[in-house]
């Protein structure tokens, strides 16, 4: 429910305040003995007050009630007359001297005399309108004057200059607003009305003089109204400047809408809606003695936010298509300084948000739903959108969800989004053919790194906008062979030969800078890797694998051709339920129709994911790149602190039976295999938590044996036939209804009795039947495409089309909280031939 902040109605200018009683302008003294008018001047008189009442609309009860007054003598009918055309009513209408004198002749006469015109005119450029009113009343009849004596001349208002008016330009006003200017007054007796709906407010008129007080008659003024006094909706409003001459001058007015809004509060976080049938939904957050910040999250459709200062006026506004967040930032606002320009007391560090639909795409018919976070910096934890409301400066921070329930939990585990001080698009231009450069990867806020590759000479333009929009600032830089430009977003830029970085600094609202950098490649760079390594690639591999070049230099990266073309290998993959995906998890990856392959939900892929997972060219990040790293062990990479990490927070972390990073690093030691690829590989196969029971040894009919690498868990339709192949394995190996261990199945330590036996001995398994045949990167254990003589796709470890590159985004947490990224690994890269040019994209 909106919440109406207290502060009031006032009108003001830049001095000391004049609140003038409406006396000083009509003079009706109704203690004066006035005697009632004969019968003759009776009819006359009644016929001039319903002329009179028909300039401002009276109704006819209100002109019986005038006329009866007059009749009883408790007002003369210049009294009434006085009061009608003096009316701010009358006013508002835009009255000049010449209408005036028009519509004076005929309320006394019923008709316009030419010459009586003339005469109110000349009369008007001594005296007041009231006095003017009052001798034209006197002429025709002595007894129709007004009681009492109307003052001469009185203040003139003249030349009055309207620099802001208090409607807004905008669809909806909010806020207090304003109607700002100057006037020339004879004298100090002027006031303010203020109308809504034609109802009157009262104002205070507070002026200053022009000439910092050296005697000059021009006076500037501020009309200041609070529309927080209305209801929602649609009013009438006007302000009239009125002085004690009798005259008026509308300064501003016009038909406003005023929404109904809603209260948010800082530190906290709300659901928001757009209606269907609605194009906006409006808030209004106090933020005390803070900056504002909103973001919106989770939004449903793409939405326009735009906020409005205490004074309506608006502060910017915010669209990032196709990305679903939207930031708005505001200062502080001087309180102070609004109360004393405006006069209005108790005015609050308030903001208002219009969130609208936005692009043709919008179905006016639907809801848009999103959630609006109030803090400095959000969070998406444990499935909630959350405002981060603490931070004890030692790693952990307070989050509060939407029920205001708090959480301590350190930063890193937090998930804080990264929106302040990033860009929400970036565009290269280049202009020899006119076209956008195809930056690799493509374009993502939450990316921070870019390449691209090429061979000719020609120009560049940079363009770019920040997530923050308005409240944001963006700085692009070229740096070549050490000179250093800074560029104008669209500055054409010509690129030389060699390295070049374009690096664009968004710097957010909080102060938070981030670097975009963009490494850019023409022809060959200053060392050798274009000549020993791109050369070995086809050109589509240059840009992602310079990236990876300019970011990791010590890596090494070696080609393996498949002799395979494309598509046929994609044929194989995209077939016989080879490759699956949980539906649970990723609906929309499941090939239509497709059956359960296994419990409780795998399902074949669509062809687009299997091409996805299969095209190396969407791995060449510094963290999808270990999905080819080579699996061996090394002594100078691999150390047992590694294999903590990877575990930590697993359920081997912290067992009171079982050293876990020392069983694996021995076992991965032993066999000549990565014991990150291990401990990667028996999270993914287990569990984060542990839940196949052949981790724990509790199988049903199978209690007592272990398989922490699912080996021989091959997929059934039966409800778990996967973890009952696993368990038999454990038990006899491949032939279990012979119960007979082969020479070689006891190699693998089988039966795998222990958890020692099942860790090391599947590691032996997987080095003698992955590794030495050579599928010795995560990418060929998933993808059977060695050209080795042997059948190929029949060889993969997994069916999960996620495996290659999930383990190897657990390699990569694994060696970056070890400060090993750096170090010089070597990836095995596949090559097919026939390469589609586009890398393929996962569905929505």
Same mark, same amino acid.
């Given at each position: 429910?909106?919440?109406? *902040?207290?502060?009031?109605?006032?009108?003001?200018?830049?001095?000391?305040?004049?609140?003038?009683?409406?006396?000083?302008?009509?003079?009706?003294?109704?203690?004066?003995?006035?005697?009632?008018?004969?019968?003759?001047?009776?009819?006359?008189?009644?016929?001039?007050?319903?002329?009179?009442?028909?300039?401002?609309?009276?109704?006819?009860?209100?002109?019986?009630?005038?006329?009866?007054?007059?009749?009883?003598?408790?007002?003369?009918?210049?009294?009434?007359?006085?009061?009608?055309?003096?009316?701010?009513?009358?006013?508002?209408?835009?009255?000049?001297?010449?209408?005036?004198?028009?519509?004076?002749?005929?309320?006394?006469?019923?008709?316009?005399?030419?010459?009586?015109?003339?005469?109110?005119?000349?009369?008007?450029?001594?005296?007041?309108?009231?006095?003017?009113?009052?001798?034209?009343?006197? !002429?025709e009849n002595k007894d129709l004057k007004a009681s009492g004596t109307p003052s001469g001349?009185?203040?003139?208002?003249?030349?009055?200059?309207?620099?802001?008016?208090?409607?807004?330009?905008?669809?909806?006003?909010?806020?207090?607003?304003?109607?700002?200017?100057?006037?020339?007054?004879?004298?100090?007796?002027?006031?303010?009305?203020?109308?809504?709906?034609?109802?009157?407010?009262?104002?205070?008129?507070?002026?200053?003089?022009?000439?910092?007080?050296?005697?000059?008659?021009?006076?500037?003024?501020?009309? !200041?109204?609070?529309?927080?006094?209305?209801?929602?909706?649609?009013?009438?409003?006007?302000?009239?400047?009125?002085?004690?001459?009798?005259?008026?001058?509308?300064?501003?007015?016009?038909?406003?809408?005023?929404?109904?809004?809603?209260?948010?509060?800082?530190?906290?976080?709300?659901?928001?809606?757009?209606? &269907?049938?609605?194009?906006?939904?409006?808030?209004?957050?106090d933020c005390g003695d803070d900056d504002c910040y909103i973001d919106f999250a989770g939004?449903?459709?793409?939405?326009?936010?735009?906020?409005?200062?205490?004074?309506?006026?608006?502060?910017?506004?915010?669209?990032?298509?196709?990305?679903?967040?939207?930031?708005?930032?505001?200062?502080?606002?001087?309180?102070?300084?609004?109360?004393?320009?405006?006069?209005?007391?108790?005015?609050?560090?308030?903001?208002?948000?219009?969130?609208?639909?936005?692009?043709?795409?919008?179905?006016?018919?639907?809801?848009?739903?999103?959630?609006?976070?109030?803090?400095?910096?959000?969070?998406?934890?444990?499935?909630?959108?959350?405002?981060?409301?603490?931070?004890?400066?030692?790693?952990?921070?307070?989050?509060?969800?939407?029920?205001?329930?708090?959480?301590?939990?350190?930063?890193?585990?937090?998930?804080?989004? $990264?929106?302040?001080? /990033?860009?929400?698009?970036?565009?290269?231009?280049?202009?020899?053919?006119?076209?956008?450069?195809?930056?690799? $990867?493509?374009?993502?806020?939450?990316?921070?790194?870019?390449?691209?590759?090429?061979?000719?000479?020609?120009?560049?333009?940079?363009?770019? &906008?920040?997530?923050?929009?308005?409240?944001?600032?963006?700085?692009?830089?070229?740096?070549?062979?050490?000179?250093?430009?800074?560029?104008?977003?669209?500055?054409?830029?010509?690129? $030389?030969?060699?390295?070049?970085?374009?690096?664009?600094?968004?710097?957010?609202?909080?102060?938070?800078?981030?670097?975009?950098?963009?490494?850019?490649?023409?022809?060959?760079?200053?060392?050798?890797?274009?000549?020993?390594?791109?050369?070995?690639?086809?050109?589509?591999?240059?840009?992602?694998?310079?990236?990876?070049? !300019?970011?990791?230099?010590?890596?090494?990266?070696?080609?393996?051709?498949?002799?395979?073309?494309?598509?046929? /290998?994609?044929?194989?993959?995209?077939?016989?339920?080879?490759?699956?995906?949980?539906?649970?998890?990723?609906?929309?990856?499941?090939?239509?129709?497709?059956?359960?392959?296994?419990?409780?939900?795998?399902?074949?892929?669509?062809?687009?994911?299997?091409?996805?997972?299969?095209?190396?060219?969407?791995?060449?990040?510094?963290?999808?790149?270990?999905?080819?790293?080579?699996?061996?062990?090394?002594?100078?990479?691999?150390?047992?602190?590694?294999?903590?990490?990877?575990?930590?927070?697993?359920?081997?972390?912290?067992?009171?039976?079982?050293?876990?990073?020392?069983?694996?690093?021995?076992?991965?030691?032993?066999?000549?295999?990565?014991?990150?690829?291990?401990?990667?590989?028996?999270?993914?196969?287990?569990?984060?938590?542990?839940?196949?029971?052949?981790?724990?040894?509790?199988? &049903?009919?199978?209690?007592?044996?272990?398989?922490?690498?699912?080996?021989?868990?091959?997929?059934?339709?039966?409800?778990?036939? /996967?973890?009952?192949?696993?368990?038999?394995?454990?038990?006899?190996?491949?032939?279990?209804?012979?119960?007979?261990?082969?020479?070689?199945?006891?190699?693998?330590?089988? $039966?795998?009795?222990?958890?020692?036996?099942a860790i090391a001995g599947g590691a032996i398994w997987i080095a003698t039947g992955y590794?030495?045949?050579?599928?010795?990167?995560?990418?060929?254990?998933?993808?059977?495409?060695?050209?080795?003589?042997?059948?190929?796709?029949?060889?993969?470890? /997994?069916?999960?089309?996620?495996?290659?590159?999930?383990?190897?985004? *657990?390699?990569?947490?694994?060696?970056?909280?070890?400060?090993?990224?750096?170090?010089?690994?070597?990836?095995?890269?596949?090559?097919?031939?026939?390469?589609?040019?586009?890398?393929?994209?996962?569905?929505?």
């Amino acid at each position: 429910m909106f919440v109406r *902040r207290p502060e009031y109605f006032a009108a003001a200018v830049l001095g000391g305040v004049l609140a003038i009683a409406s006396a000083a302008f009509t003079v009706i003294n109704l203690d004066t003995g006035i005697s009632c008018p004969d019968r003759k001047t009776m009819k006359e008189a009644d016929d001039i007050v319903a002329r009179a009442g028909m300039l401002t609309s009276s109704s006819e009860a209100e002109i019986r009630i005038a006329k009866s007054r007059v009749e009883d003598g408790l007002v003369s009918c210049g009294d009434y007359v006085i009061s009608v055309m003096t009316s701010p009513e009358y006013l508002l209408t835009g009255v000049s001297d010449e209408k005036f004198a028009s519509d004076l002749c005929n309320v006394i006469y019923g008709e316009t005399r030419s010459d009586e015109v003339g005469l109110i005119i000349d009369d008007l450029k001594d005296n007041s309108r009231t006095v003017a009113i009052d001798r034209a009343m006197a !002429s025709e009849n002595k007894d129709l004057k007004a009681s009492g004596t109307p003052s001469g001349k009185g203040s003139v208002i003249s030349d009055v200059s309207l620099v802001s008016a208090i409607d807004s330009s905008e669809q909806y006003t909010v806020g207090i607003r304003e109607a700002k200017g100057s006037y020339t007054a004879t004298g100090d007796d002027v006031r303010t009305d203020f109308f809504v709906d034609g109802s009157l407010y009262y104002g205070y008129l507070r002026f200053d003089d022009g000439n910092n007080g050296k005697g000059s008659d021009r006076r500037e003024f501020v009309l !200041s109204w609070d529309t927080a006094d209305c209801v929602p909706g649609k009013h009438e409003v006007y302000a009239l400047l009125r002085s004690s001459d009798g005259r008026g001058t509308v300064i501003s007015g016009g038909e406003i809408t005023i929404p109904k809004k809603v209260s948010i509060y800082p530190d906290s976080v709300a659901e928001g809606l757009i209606p &269907s049938g609605n194009q906006t939904a409006w808030y209004m957050i106090d933020c005390g003695d803070d900056d504002c910040y909103i973001d919106f999250a989770g939004l449903s459709d793409d939405i326009r936010v735009s906020l409005y200062d205490l004074k309506g006026d608006l502060i910017g506004a915010n669209e990032n298509p196709g990305i679903p967040y939207a930031m708005l930032r505001g200062r502080k606002q001087d309180t102070d300084a609004v109360s004393r320009e405006t006069g209005i007391s108790g005015v609050s560090n308030c903001f208002y948000v219009c969130v609208s639909r936005t692009g043709t795409g919008s179905d006016i018919g639907k809801d848009i739903d999103f959630t609006m976070i109030q803090s400095k910096e959000c969070a998406y934890f444990d499935g909630c959108y959350m405002a981060v409301t603490g931070d004890d400066g030692k790693g952990k921070v307070k989050l509060t969800d939407m029920s205001n329930t708090t959480y301590e939990v350190e930063r890193k585990k937090a998930g804080i989004l $990264p929106v302040n001080g /990033a860009l929400s698009e970036c565009y290269i231009n280049d202009s020899a053919p006119d076209q956008f450069l195809d930056i690799y $990867p493509e374009f993502d806020y939450r990316t921070r790194d870019y390449a691209y590759y090429m061979n000719r000479t020609g120009s560049i333009a940079v363009r770019c &906008s920040a997530l923050e929009g308005y409240s944001a600032s963006v700085t692009i830089k070229a740096d070549s062979n050490g000179d250093i430009f800074t560029l104008d977003q669209g500055q054409l830029y010509e690129i $030389p030969q060699g390295e070049t970085v374009i690096t664009c600094t968004v710097t957010g609202f909080d102060g938070t800078s981030e670097d975009y950098s963009f490494f850019l490649l023409n022809g060959d760079d200053e060392g050798d890797f274009s000549e020993t390594t791109l050369s070995k690639f086809p050109a589509s591999y240059y840009s992602g694998l310079w990236l990876l070049h !300019s970011l990791k230099p010590d890596y090494f990266f070696t080609p393996y051709y498949t002799n395979l073309a494309f598509d046929t /290998a994609l044929a194989a993959e995209d077939s016989k339920g080879r490759n699956l995906i949980q539906n649970s998890s990723y609906p929309s990856y499941v090939k239509p129709n497709s059956q359960v392959y296994d419990k409780p939900d795998w399902m074949a892929a669509k062809t687009e994911v299997v091409s996805y997972y299969m095209d190396p060219r969407n791995f060449f990040t510094p963290e999808r790149i270990f999905a080819f790293e080579m699996l061996g062990f090394d002594p100078k990479v691999h150390t047992t602190d590694g294999v903590r990490e990877i575990i930590r927070g697993s359920f081997m972390d912290g067992s009171a039976d079982y050293d876990y990073a020392e069983l694996i690093y021995a076992a991965g030691e032993k066999a000549g295999v990565s014991p990150y690829f291990l401990a990667s590989r028996i999270i993914q196969e287990m569990g984060y938590n542990g839940e196949s029971a052949l981790c724990r040894g509790d199988l &049903s009919d199978f209690e007592g044996y272990y398989n922490y690498y699912n080996i021989g868990a091959y997929a059934t339709t039966e409800p778990g036939g /996967a973890v009952v192949n696993g368990a038999k394995y454990a038990q006899w190996g491949r032939e279990w209804e012979a119960q007979e261990i082969t020479d070689t199945e006891a190699s693998y330590l089988l $039966p795998w009795t222990s958890v020692e036996r099942a860790i090391a001995g599947g590691a032996i398994w997987i080095a003698t039947g992955y590794i030495d045949k050579g599928q010795n990167t995560l990418y060929f254990q998933k993808f059977d495409v060695l050209d080795d003589g042997t059948d190929k796709y029949n060889h993969q470890y /997994a069916q999960n089309i996620m495996m290659a590159y999930s383990e190897g985004m *657990r390699y990569y947490r694994s060696y970056d909280s070890i400060g090993m990224t750096d170090a010089g690994f070597e990836f095995i890269i596949p090559v097919y031939n026939n390469m589609p040019d586009s890398y393929g994209s996962l569905p929505e």
